[in-house]
């Protein structure tokens, strides 16, 4: 049974507001996504393992922790690049894995134009990175592609789902997380989230 979690941290909200809001340029859209997902992977993270270590601060040893798995950052391009800038901030040491997909506009397919993933996997968790679940058919194929890969675990990270994605997606990867700002209300006759924030790729590299 999938689990998805849809924060309710008052910043989150806030700031999700000011994203989907038609006024606010790309410069500001840009933070606004760092900063979000800067919340987002406080929330989809809390479950990490660690493990004992011990360090010598100037006064005496001390009893701490470090994280245990290799974490892999794995961003849909384009629009998932935003939330790499954030979340790699408080995750330095992960690795960042891009999957280029884009959707077909025509039949809603995605389209796979990118992936250069090792042989085999080098990393624990793979966190994959998309501000957008719509259709559900991004998120889906970028899931299968790292269960094809051999990934162990796998969690999903985006801003906004519309309803029919996430069925989808929590049906076709019920194993897998999904961590949220908010769910919507329905997709449209082009399949865009509504209200949503529009196209999440064009508003962050300025290419409306
Ligand atoms: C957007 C978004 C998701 C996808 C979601 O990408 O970033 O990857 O659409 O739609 P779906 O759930 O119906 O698959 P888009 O195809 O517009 O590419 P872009 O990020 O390069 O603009
Ligand atoms: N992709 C987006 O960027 N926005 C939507 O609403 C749907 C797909």
Redesign the pocket.
């Not at 849909?76 to 998932?80: F, S």
């Not at 998309?130 to 194929?141: E, W």
């Given at each position: 049974m999938s689990q998805v979690y849809v924060s309710q941290h008052p910043l989150v909200q806030h700031k999700l507001t000011l994203l989907r809001d038609k006024h606010t340029d790309s410069k500001k859209f840009r933070e606004l996504v760092k900063e979000i997902a800067i919340f987002m992977a406080y929330e989809a993270t809390a479950d990490l393992q660690v493990e004992p270590v011990t360090v010598e601060t100037p006064v005496a040893p001390a009893q701490g922790f470090r994280l245990k798995e290799n974490i892999g950052l794995v961003p849909?391009?384009?629009?998932?690049l935003g939330f790499v800038a954030g979340v790699w901030e408080m995750m330095p040491s992960a690795e960042v894995w891009h999957i280029?997909?884009?959707?077909d506009e025509k039949t809603?397919r995605?389209v796979e134009y990118y992936n250069k993933l090792p042989v085999r996997p080098t990393v624990d968790v793979c966190l994959v990175l998309?501000?957008?679940?719509?259709?559900?058919?991004?998120?889906?194929?970028t899931v299968d592609i790292l269960k094809k890969w051999g990934a162990g675990r796998i969690k999903f990270m985006g801003l906004i789902a519309?309803p029919e994605?996430l069925e989808r997606f929590t049906a076709a990867h019920p194993d897998v997380p999904v961590y949220l700002a908010a769910i919507d209300d329905h997709?449209n006759e082009t399949?865009y989230i509504v209200p949503g924030l529009g196209?999440?790729?064009?508003r962050q590299?300025g290419?409306a």
């Open positions: 849909i391009l384009r629009a998932g280029g997909l884009f959707r809603l995605p998309d501000p957008m679940l719509a259709t559900g058919g991004s998120a889906i194929a519309a994605g997709l399949a196209d999440a790729g064009d590299f290419t």
